[in-house]
């Protein structure tokens, strides 16, 4: 992973659904196995990257079980495929199996609640770079916000595999407790120990939780919690790499740390992509040219999702 991209050939490929969990109110995760060609791709997914899954033939759900606010758009059709990153992906002989991370807020979304086991779905990919570990670094530092937990918990699984030296550090933040995107966190003891969330407490990883009304962990933005640890613990920064994925706000304010700290920084942007290939240019990223006052647009499915954070124009 010391590259910021892949080589792996994409393509479409049929996944059959292995599992489909629910893990908050409105939070799953879903399973995917694929065998072939496709597990022979997918088997080489790094984290960062994401597909694009054709959900336009499921079902909807019952419309007592459709939220009040989601009504409205249930019913429409759906067109275009959806870009979702991996949280995790294993591989065994001719088999490869992944898990996305999902929110049910529209009605693409929705429909994929109804999928369960045995059912199968249309992936483009893999698509997109990854996040990199240059080799001088010997402590990560994640932060993630929302939905952004899924590609850094698949990170943190391969850091923990393949980068035993590196120690690693998460910070995850929601507004309240019921939209942190986890389990659920764990208990008085473990917390004490600084272990909060099980997802990267099984890989050895320390967490820290902020919620803007305090509901679980501390009182606030996580980035506020961020740069509280960082300013406790920057004697070493130029061993350190920020990694990052979020809503665009937080991220520009991780970037505004990593500046000021003068620690390198990789974030995962996220935007509307309809094809996810660089063909419909429909997920511009603005991006400063080295060396100039001038700035170019960068595609997030083919250039990204990853950047480096001092490039992106915020």
Known sequence: MAENGSTVKKGEFTANIFSHNRIGERFYRLGLEFTGEGAAAFGEVKPGQFAQLDVSSAALPAAGAIAEELADTAARGILLRRPFSFCDVSAEGDRTRVEILYCALGP?????????????????????????????????????????????????????????????????GAKIKKELPFEKPLDAIARGLGFSLGEFAKFGIKSHVATDDGSVGYEGLVTDCFSEWLNKHSKSVKEMIIYACGPEIMLSRVAEIAKEKNIDCQVSMERRMACGIGVCQSCAVECRVSGSNKTIYKLCCKDGPVFDAKEVVF
């Open 108 to 172: 693409a979304t929705l429909r994929m609640t109804t999928l369960s086991a045995g059912d199968t779905v249309s992936v483009i990919g893999p698509l997109g770079n990854s996040f990199c570990v240059p080799d001088d670094k010997k402590m990560a530092l994640m932060v993630t916000g929302g939905m952004g937990a899924g590609p850094l918990i698949h990170l943190a699984k391969v850091l923990t595999a393949d980068y035993a030296s590196i120690d690693v550090i998460v910070f995850a």
